[in-house]
């Protein structure tokens, strides 16, 4: 047994409702420059609907993630290093531009210009890869609140392989029609097919932590990744020429802050924490024989953090005892190992994916009461599961490779709560033998609720911070929190950064969206002329120093970054 901390995110689906703030958010943090146009590192799907992008669930197209050979051992879909060599210049299962959309702009100076007349002057939309006229058919909020359904509904890959195998199961008449939202973020898996499929060994899992990241200066822009990625959430920057991807905000969670995208959730519907898993036992789970034993597998994997052998291996391997004690309290634990409720987002594809989703109950309580019964009382609520309008085989293919009976026995947790629960918010006695009929106790039963209902900040992230002792393998020169006062307290450098400094990305990035947020100015240093990091300018105005002096052009000649971390995304 080797033991392993894993950051990972739970996403409780009740309570998305789709505002996109996230997405957002994210967009503004990380992709709001010039390459990453068209790129989401977190994007809010309604299902049921083609996803971004287009039908990227569909692997037989795509051949993303791994599949078993006729000996039982794991192999890469998408073939192995002769395939891949032999397709390295010309992929023919790349999703084009079209895949994902034309990202576009309008021509707002036509309508300051335009002269006085009788006529409405109109902005055409302009598209931002090649500046001509566009014409828009597709983006990546299309479906949003079905509003493709009737048209694309058909599409939806899961969608055609349930109607496929249940003689039109799903219909989409406007009284039977269902939705939900599905927020989306790079998996950051146990075992990525990314990895696995980059030639030049820039992708990355970090040993601390778990983060998948990209290294800048190893990337070569072959592509592959994007291949190899079965939920394609890495992206290609067209004008860097290097694949780009979620980071799940590394500099925000070495400080022990949460993720841009679970800071802004509107619904306060994210959680974040460790795990401790075997890495030792990761390919064997993987290679389960039926998919449908994968989310079970994929649970042995994750050990307990109350465990005295489990917390001897892990002090054996070097993870502090704050670390352990974030295990203990997390939230994500708790929802995926405890109670049982949330689950992986495809398991089929083998990749171990750490982003679990509690799946939504679905509205049935109005379809009840409209047949006059007690919506809440729970052997109505129970017997409501069989005919949810979301149904159970839909969200068995998104989550448990289609076993149904996982995903009744979580619908009914959830809904064994909402009925214990509401005896106690009347007043009256609860009723113990609600949470028994699922497997649980009344105390498991009321935690469960606090958690998913009425947890705090500090309940939704426990977050460990980094360690100095861990600084060399952060593949940084120190930690934020060796400086003084907290996270690094200097100012800011002239591009909203000081990377010639020996200082933490984590640290720059603070100092740098708080100058931003203080000042309306652009930051001037002559200390760091030629240094450009991407993350933290925001392209507010021209700072001393961005370009070389046109006198004397290697006057200031950019010198080599400090760090290799520096120059990743």
């Given at each position: 047994m080797r033991v392993m901390a894993q950051m990972a995110m739970v996403m409780n689906l009740d309570k998305c409702i789709g505002c996109h703030t996230c997405s957002v958010t994210c967009k503004q943090a990380w992709t709001n420059r010039a390459g990453t146009e068209y790129v989401w590192f977190n994007n809010v799907e309604?299902?049921?609907?083609?996803?971004?992008?287009?039908?990227?669930?569909?692997?037989?197209?795509?051949?993303?993630?791994?599949?078993?050979?006729?000996?039982?051992?794991?192999?890469?879909?998408?073939?192995?290093?002769?395939?891949?060599?032999?397709?390295?210049?010309?992929?023919?299962?790349?999703p084009e531009l079209d895949d994902y959309y034309e990202p576009w702009t309008y021509d707002y100076?036509?309508?300051?210009?335009?002269?006085?007349?009788?006529?409405?002057?109109?902005?055409?939309?302009?598209?931002?890869?090649?500046?001509?006229?566009?014409?828009?058919?597709?983006?990546?909020?299309?479906?949003?609140?079905?509003?493709?359904?009737?048209?694309?509904?058909?599409?939806?890959?899961?969608?055609?392989?349930?109607?496929?195998?249940?003689?039109?199961?799903?219909?989409?008449?406007?009284?039977?029609?269902?939705?939900f939202y599905l927020p989306r973020i790079c998996e950051h898996c146990l075992n990525p097919s990314c990895m696995a499929s980059c030639p030049s060994g820039a992708i990355y899992k970090r040993a601390e932590d778990g983060i998948v990241l990209v290294d800048q200066d190893r990337c070569r822009g072959w592509r592959q990744c994007i291949t190899g990625c079965p939920y394609k959430k890495i992206y290609f920057n067209h004008r860097s020429g290097k694949a780009e991807k979620c980071t799940l905000c590394y500099p925000r969670v070495e400080v022990g802050l949460p993720t841009v995208c679970a800071e802004t959730c509107v619904g306060r519907l994210r959680y974040l924490g460790l795990i401790l898993y075997d890495a030792d036992a990761v390919t064997g789970a993987a290679s389960a024989t039926s998919e449908q034993d994968l989310y079970a597998a994929q649970l042995d994997v994750i050990l307990d953090p109350s465990d005295p052998q489990v917390l001897a291996e892990a002090?054996?391997?070097?993870?502090?005892?704050?670390?352990?004690?974030?295990?203990?309290?997390?939230?994500?634990h708790a929802l995926i190992k405890d109670y049982r409720v949330a689950l992986p987002l495809h398991p089929e594809y083998r990749t171990m994916p750490m982003v679990w989703y509690v799946p939504p109950l679905s509205p049935v309580v109005?379809?009840?009461?409209?047949?006059?019964?007690?919506?809440?009382?729970?052997?109505?609520?129970?017997?409501?599961?069989?005919?949810?309008?979301?149904?159970?085989?839909?969200?068995?293919?998104?989550?448990?490779?289609?076993?149904?009976?996982?995903?009744?026995?979580?619908l009914k947790k959830l809904a064994a709560m909402r009925a214990y629960m509401r005896d106690i918010t009347l007043g009256r006695d609860p009723d113990g033998t609600i949470p028994a009929a699922v497997g649980m106790s009344e105390e498991e039963t009321y935690e469960m609720y606090r958690l998913l209902a009425i947890a705090k900040y500090e309940e939704r992230y426990v977050i460990p911070t980094a360690h100095a002792e861990q600084a060399h393998d952060l593949e940084e020169m120190g930690c934020s929190l060796d400086f003084d006062d907290g996270p690094g307290m200097y100012d800011s450098g002239p591009l909203g950064e000081a990377s010639g400094r020996p200082a933490p990305v984590a640290v720059e990035t603070y100092h740098a969206l708080r100058q931003r947020q203080s000042t309306d100015a652009a930051a001037s240093d002559d200390t760091l002329r030629g240094r450009v990091n991407l993350l933290n300018w925001d392209g507010n105005g021209t700072p001393e120093g961005l370009f070389p002096d046109k006198h004397n052009p290697d006057k200031h000649s950019p010198e080599r970054p400090g760090t290799e971390r520096e120059a990743r995304s």
């Open positions: 309604t299902r049921p609907g083609q996803g971004y992008p287009r039908r990227y669930e569909d692997q037989e197209r795509w051949r993303g993630g791994w599949t078993l050979d006729r000996k039982g051992r794991m192999r890469l879909k998408a073939g192995g290093r002769v395939k891949k060599l032999l397709t390295i210049f010309s992929s023919p299962v790349q100076q036509t309508l300051i210009d335009a002269p006085l007349g009788d006529d409405f002057p109109v902005a055409r939309p302009k598209s931002l890869i090649t500046g001509e006229d566009a014409k828009i058919t597709w983006s990546a909020n299309w479906d949003d609140n079905l509003g493709g359904s009737m048209e694309h509904g058909h599409l939806d890959p899961v969608v055609q392989k349930i109607r496929e195998e249940s003689n039109e199961r799903i219909r989409f008449e406007l009284e039977q029609t269902f939705m002090r054996k391997q070097g993870i502090p005892e704050d670390w352990l004690e974030a295990a203990r309290r997390s939230p994500v109005d379809l009840l009461e409209e047949q006059g019964h007690d919506a809440e009382a729970a052997p109505n609520l129970f017997g409501a599961i069989d005919s949810l309008r979301i149904p159970v085989e839909y969200l068995a293919e998104l989550f448990t490779a289609g076993d149904t009976d996982v995903i009744d026995l979580v």
